[in-house]
Nanobody, 122 residues
Framework: QVQLVESGGGLVQAGGSLRLSCAAS????????LGWYRQAPGKQRELVAT???????NYADSVKGRFTISRDSGKNMVYLQMNSLKPEDTAVYYC????????????????WGQGTLVTVSS
């Protein structure tokens, strides 16, 4: 079916930067939206940024001006450039694909990656 694989997490000091990447694989015709979510210890998973196909991206208020989502639709990849990182950005970051149209015309409503840990030290 569809697999999402994230990379780029790690340990960084406050004020630093990281770039996350997510690659979608499978017999994909089109992906409606690709995005990033995160889950900090003891908290619920929350939206970070999403990028629907052909429209402008959406960002959580907490990351506006610091994070930038970008998408390479030809390669079915999505990226998250994270600048001015804060300790409160520490979380497992998950890639999400919303409404994946397969070459077979099957529609997969939602796919999640396995997550990549981002740790920001103070």
């Amino acid at each position: 079916q569809v697999q999402l694989v994230e990379s780029g997490g790690g340990l960084v000091q406050a004020g630093g930067s990281l770039r996350l990447s997510c690659a979608a694989s499978g017999s994909i015709f089109r992906i409606n939206a690709l995005g990033w979510y995160r889950q900090a210890p003891g908290k619920q998973r929350e939206l970070v940024a999403t990028m629907p196909s052909g429209t402008i991206p959406n960002y959580a208020d907490s990351v506006k001006g610091r994070f930038t989502i970008s998408r390479d639709s030809g390669k079915n990849m999505v990226y998250l450039q994270m600048n001015s990182l804060k300790p409160e950005d520490t979380a497992v970051y998950y890639c999400n694909a919303d409404r994946v149209v397969m070459l077979s015309s099957e529609i997969v409503l939602e796919v999640w990656g396995q997550g990549t840990l981002v740790t920001v030290s103070s």
